[in-house]
């Protein structure tokens, strides 16, 4: 039995600003929005097969540190594209900061983080 990764779900201070640049660089979509657990918000934001959920609680959201020392913490988002370097051109576009670029075997790859904090790698293999 083969499984699929259909959605991943992500805490952040404002769904729909994240999900705004997600459909700008990646030209995704919404594919659904609206209310959610203990009165938050939620932003579904992808294509027609996958999607980040985009929760926004009701209570303001707090930092947690590292995602990288903390048990179950979310640690980036992974992306893949057929041209690094016009995604990478775009995402300085949309004002983010880019780096730890990297070729390795089968491809490329840099990362950068959005206003949230979620850290996002950007891959090639073409």
Do not use: C, Q
Request: hydrophobic share 35%; net charge negative; aromatic share 12%.
């Amino acid at each position: 039995m083969t499984a699929t990764l259909e959605h991943l779900n992500i805490t952040v201070r404002d769904a729909r600003a994240t999900a705004a640049w997600m459909e700008r660089l990646f030209d995704w979509h919404i594919r659904w929005e609206g209310p959610s657990l203990d009165s938050g918000h939620t932003v579904h934001v992808g294509d027609d097969s996958r999607y980040v959920a985009l929760y926004t609680p009701k209570t303001p959201v707090r930092e947690s540190g590292s995602s990288y020392v903390t048990s179950g913490g979310f640690n980036h988002l992974a992306v893949v594209v057929d041209d690094l370097d016009a995604m990478e051109e775009r995402v300085k576009a949309e004002g983010f900061k880019t780096g730890n670029h990297a070729d390795y075997e089968p491809g490329r790859r840099f990362y950068f983080h959005d206003h949230e904090g979620i850290e996002v790698e950007v891959v090639s293999y073409a």
